[in-house]
């Protein structure tokens, strides 16, 4: 006898697991993509699954900055109007678009693709810190380093991390002014922020 | 000069683009999802894509109801202790499944594979009404024929559509009933809801 072991298919129960295995599609949203792309003609899939497949089969990634690049190297290390001494450390290749989007910043990255976070077994040797140690050998006090990290612990943490490696190799090292985002209200901002705001505080400027 | 037009690589651009394709998977969500599916192994990749191009390659629909499956004849349609003069008419596959949940129909379905909308541009010859008329032909009174659609203006149109196509063919045809779901406060239910549930009365079995 038949029993619905909830699918009628297992071709189709296949591909719902695997649309399912995505980091927040629950098995409700994976049945229905499932089932949008059953609809859809086969080229089409095909083109969606080439796509997907080329990031695991084409992808490069910078050999300088080890940004995700169609080539060796990736256009802004490329790029020689950039300014190749003031390097901005970010975790993922998401903030290096978020920076650009700003328009505002014309040096290079280094992208070490995660961030230190031991509850998810993230160690220093799992992140390219060390190409960035190798990276800045040699380079001198004109050089800048930005840690662009993200604010929470873990962003911390690593900054701290990258802060003790190069400390000592004669380069410059910032990071990015924490503060009220423009527009904020004093009323809303949470006491960390404000007290950081207040204590970087700078110089007026009509 | 090299300006970001938004991606470094025109390979994950395509793999973003390809998966915000998806309905109701906005630009960032499929940035994420693509960095994702960038982190993992090859393997697990081409397991992902294989999976999903087996749908347009290998999947079946079964000959006697329409519905997805990895043969010629859907499970259902194959188990013989299954009445086969009740048919059960759905709109999709998800449709069968939450049915088959309940564990309470012993019939077999007819899945149309969609329903008709003039605002999307289905009409009645986009979906499975003809197979259906040509299945019941020569069927007599002891075959029901349960209109299962959703009770929206296009399920209610598609269940109309149906019934003027095999009334006079000597079936039984029934529907859904509408009425107020279990656990429902009257007080919350809307009022065509309730109004249905009111007309549509039932004896009361204690």
Redesign the interface.
């Known amino acids: ?2 029993s ?1 072991d ?7 129960q ?2 719902v ?3 399912g ?5 629950g098995s409700r ?1 994976a ?8 609809g ?3 080229d089409h ?15 490069h990634y910078c050999k300088t900055c080890q ?4 080539t060796d190297q ?3 290390c ?2 020689h ?2 300014d190749a001494r003031t390097i901005c450390v970010v975790e ?3 903030d ?2 978020s920076i ?2 700003t328009g505002m910043y014309r040096g290079v990255y280094h992208v070490l693709g995660g961030i230190i976070s031991p509850i998810d077994g993230i160690g220093p040797s799992d992140i390219h810190i060390r190409e960035l140690v190798e990276r800045i050998e040699g380079m001198d006090a004109d050089t800048e380093i930005i840690l662009a990290l993200s604010g929470d612990v873990e962003g911390e943490t690593t900054s701290l991390y990258i802060y003790r490696q190069i400390e000592g190799k004669g380069v410059k090292v910032t990071t990015l002014a924490r503060g009220l985002g423009f527009g904020d209200d004093l009323e809303y901002a949470d006491t960390l922020t404000l007290g950081r705001s207040l204590t970087s505080r700078q110089p007026f400027k009509p």
């Open positions: 006898m038949y619905v909830k699918y009628p298919s297992k071709i189709l296949e591909a697991e695997a649309i295995s995505l980091p927040g599609v949203s049945l229905r993509l499932a089932l949008h792309l059953l859809q003609p086969a899939i095909h083109h969606f699954t080439e796509a997907i497949n080329r990031l695991s089969d084409e992808i940004m995700v690049s169609d990736c256009p802004i490329a790029d109007t950039r993922s290749v998401r290096v678009m650009e989007a």
